[in-house]
């Protein structure tokens, strides 16, 4: 991903090209798929397409958009901590905004997470990015499990386990506008918290797959019952249990309206006080924790920036891993948390653990 001017229009503008000499002729169909997609949705909180010219012959293949002063909320996260909850609340309305638009159209983004939501240094506007992974909802693609380690919906972690890591025959999600709901529920919940709910390895999907989201209020006994209430509606096991993008942005509004400070800040609780964040004021990281890192995607085509080095990591057996596209003018992030979310268990393939692991995850 480039920082560049275009000198038509005299706007600055970012541009992603793939790297041509490491990418298949899926990977090239893939980038085409996500271009499409992206120029086909209109909306204030998805990332707006300028350019885009995939055919590969004349030039290499590019995507231009518009350019994001800000930073992901992975980087806010990761340095500024925990947000107030009225603060948490305001971002993910916005982030549900733009999902409702990416599922009228008739998409899933399938990969929502901190690292793919940009909040403007200006006036905090949340923008929606990284299309790489998106598909037509209720539609098979190819890619079953494609998404991020963490941030899986409890059905696609199920299947994941059970097809990639057992070895079992058993019908792979589609893509569903619910898994994305689930998603953006983990990252309003982090966002309140300050933490990854789910761990990097086996034992995270595990997790997933069992649905085990602790309440906000079990971390936070600040958090109000509203909020609480409704990331367990958009984090509920059963997708059919999740509420719509619409209906979780308009719950996320109005609490987010209802605990906002008379001084258009919100109030941050940090050590027993009241630390109040208006637009321009950064919080730095508190010492006592180390921020959390963020994941890689897997399953798209999303070239790493140079400014993002990543510990080297085993990958996904049969399958290859991804780093999550980060734009260098976005953030700057440190070391990412390793890719392991296949890791090989010696003990895996004995006989009748399938079917032990079927049976603990139930039906």
Not at 214 to 230: A, C, E, T, Y
Not at 264 to 284: N, Y
């Amino acid at each position: 991903m480039w920082a560049a001017v275009d000198y038509l229009t005299m706007t600055s503008v970012a541009v992603k090209v793939p790297r041509i000499e490491k990418i298949a002729a899926v990977d090239r169909r893939a980038f085409e798929r996500e271009a499409k997609i992206v120029a086909s949705l209109r909306h204030d909180n998805i990332v707006h397409v300028v350019d885009a010219n995939t055919s590969g012959t004349e030039f290499d293949p590019y995507l231009t958009t518009e350019l994001i002063y800000g930073e992901t909320l992975a980087h806010t996260m990761r340095w500024r901590g925990a947000m107030a909850a009225g603060q948490a609340a305001s971002v993910g309305a916005q982030l549900t905004d733009a999902l409702t638009a990416v599922h009228q159209a008739g998409y899933a983004h399938r990969d929502v997470k901190p690292e793919n939501a940009v909040a403007s240094h200006g006036d905090g506007e949340v923008k929606l990015i990284d299309f790489g992974l998106a598909a037509p909802t209720n539609a098979p693609d190819g890619r079953p499990f494609a998404g991020t380690n963490g941030y899986y919906a409890p059905e696609t972690a199920k299947a994941y386990l059970l097809s990639e890591i057992e070895g079992l025959e058993v019908g792979t999600p589609l893509p569903s506008p619910a898994s994305d709901i689930y998603a953006a529920g983990l990252v309003v919940h982090e966002m309140t918290t300050g933490k990854h709910i789910f761990d990097a390895g086996l034992q995270g999907i595990l997790q997933q797959a069992r649905g085990q989201v602790p309440p906000l209020s079990q971390i936070r006994s600040d958090v109000p019952r509203s909020l609480d209430k409704l990331i367990r509606h958009m984090t509920a096991h059963d997708p059919k249990d999740r509420p719509t993008a619409a209906e979780a942005s308009d719950g996320l509004r109005e609490i987010a309206a209802e605990h906002r400070d008379a001084r258009g800040g919100t109030v941050i609780p940090v050590q027993g006080l009241d630390r109040r964040q208006g637009p321009e004021v950064a919080l730095p990281p508190t010492p006592a924790q180390e921020p959390p890192a963020p994941r890689a995607s897997t399953g798209g085509l999303s070239p790493v920036s140079e400014v993002e080095k990543h510990r080297s990591a085993p990958a996904l057996p049969n399958r290859e891993s991804a780093a999550s596209n980060q734009v260098r003018h976005q953030s700057s992030q440190g070391p990412a948390r390793p890719q392991n979310h296949a890791a090989a268990d010696p003990a895996r393939k004995q006989p009748g653990q399938g079917r032990a692991l079927r049976k603990e995850l139930g039906p």
